[in-house]
């Protein structure tokens, strides 16, 4: 009997010490499973604003439809095989300036998982911070539901407004800080599952023929924008085409890899949370990171199809798109040259070099429209210039080498 006390010291000290392990362990399931968040309404149908709940910015956030305030939700999906220990989310927009106290914020929110109420829990409306809602549970579909909301200074401003949310826990598996979540307005996006190989090829298939014809809008359009000298920048309308073929390209090709490499199709998602900033030929080869991420994916995905049909079709578009962009390009540094006249080395060296760089593939180009294939012979007897076409130039023809082996002559 006297020993009792002592056991039961070492009984609570070893369920401390396990739940201190635990917590130690604890990560942000968002950012380290696969998993999916959907949001009942989007500010103006701005649906980009759905990842900024989750991009790990307080400088950012999610905002509702306006009049979408008690009532509003946000939905997370994980997998069965995770738990959950808690859940962190904002009261409000954090962000700088009074956005915070002009905006409604959330005082009090309700839980459930699979439908299962977990219970009613109260938000500090004062607070800047992360808030923790002690549930816990395994993985399925959390609900969190906006119960009670307290008004801002800015009657005009009727929305919910989240800079951020966490779903701590633990999984096997997990990769902290290395996925990122599938994204949806008013339904969590469809449930994954077993996808076979020719699902996978068709998705390659559709989002390589739609990357070829919109990036050479894309093209075109940033190419028109640099030739007007005279305007101030791009439109609203340019900026929302920019950022809508930018995003649904890499939306596109994270789909075709999220049964390949989820990691990598996650990176793609999170490289399109930030809003689009339009960078000028000034600014240097702006475009060019975007066009390389996706010849990353597409490669990839060709890699793991591994037949003559894939690695045609995206050879060929590769190589178009490759075209499209040394033409774009050269036609610029040509036109700066023409426009400001000699005097500059830099501006000098580099409008000859787009003229030279013009020539050579503008035959190609042409040719191209009407049969790649006869435009090859063309492409593979290039030869390489220095400077910023020397790249695209090696990667043309490693296209065309591709093409000549997998298209069929």
Do not use: K
Request: hydrophobic share 40%; proline share 6%.
């Amino acid at each position: 009997m006297p020993r009792a006390p002592h056991a039961l010291f070492v009984a609570v000290a070893i369920v401390s010490s396990t739940a201190a392990v635990a917590a130690a362990q604890s990560v942000d399931l968002l950012h380290a499973v696969p998993t999916d968040v959907a949001v009942s309404s989007v500010y103006r149908g701005q649906g980009a604003q759905t990842p900024r709940l989750v991009d790990g910015e307080l400088a950012t956030a999610w905002n509702s439809r306006s009049g979408d305030l008690t009532g509003a939700w946000i939905e997370v999906r994980l997998p069965a095989a995770a738990t959950v220990t808690s859940i962190e989310m904002t009261a409000g927009f954090t962000g700088p300036g009074a956005v915070f106290d002009g905006n409604y914020r959330v005082t009090r929110v309700r839980v459930s998982r699979d439908g299962a109420a977990l219970g009613e829990h109260a938000l500090d409306p004062s607070s800047r911070e992360l808030q923790t809602i002690p549930v816990s549970g395994p993985g399925g579909v959390y609900r969190i539901e906006v119960v009670q909301v307290a008004p801002g200074s800015r009657r005009q401003w009727r929305e919910i407004c989240i800079s951020e949310l966490r779903v701590m826990g633990s999984a096997p598996g997990a990769q902290p800080g290395q996925r990122f979540p599938r994204w949806a307005v008013g339904a969590l996006p469809t449930a994954r599952g077993a996808v076979t190989r020719d699902e996978v090829r068709r998705r390659f298939q559709a989002a390589v023929a739609e990357l070829e014809t919109s990036w050479r809008r894309y093209d075109d359009r940033w190419m028109g924008l640099e030739y007007d000298t005279g305007i101030d920048g791009p439109s609203s309308e340019d900026l929302v085409f920019f950022s809508q073929t930018r995003r649904t390209a890499h939306l596109q090709a994270a789909e075709v890899l999220d049964p390949i490499d989820g990691v990598r199709a996650d990176a793609l998602r999170r490289v399109m949370v930030p809003a689009y900033q339009y960078r000028s030929y000034s600014a240097g080869d702006a475009e060019d990171p975007d066009l390389d991420r996706l010849a990353a994916a597409y490669a990839a995905a060709v890699e793991w199809l591994g037949d003559a049909d894939s690695r045609c079709r995206w050879a060929t578009a590769h190589a178009r798109l490759r075209l499209q962009r040394l033409w774009s390009r050269a036609e610029v540094d040509r036109m700066m040259w023409e426009s400001q006249g000699p005097g500059d080395p830099y501006v000098d060296r580099s409008g000859r070099r787009g003229e030279i760089t013009g020539r050579r593939v503008h035959p190609i180009l042409e040719a191209w429209r009407q049969s790649p294939a006869r435009a090859l012979p063309a492409l593979l007897r290039l030869t390489v210039p220095r400077g910023y076409a020397a790249r695209h130039f090696e990667l043309l023809q490693t296209e065309a080498r591709a093409m000549q082996t997998h298209c069929g002559g």
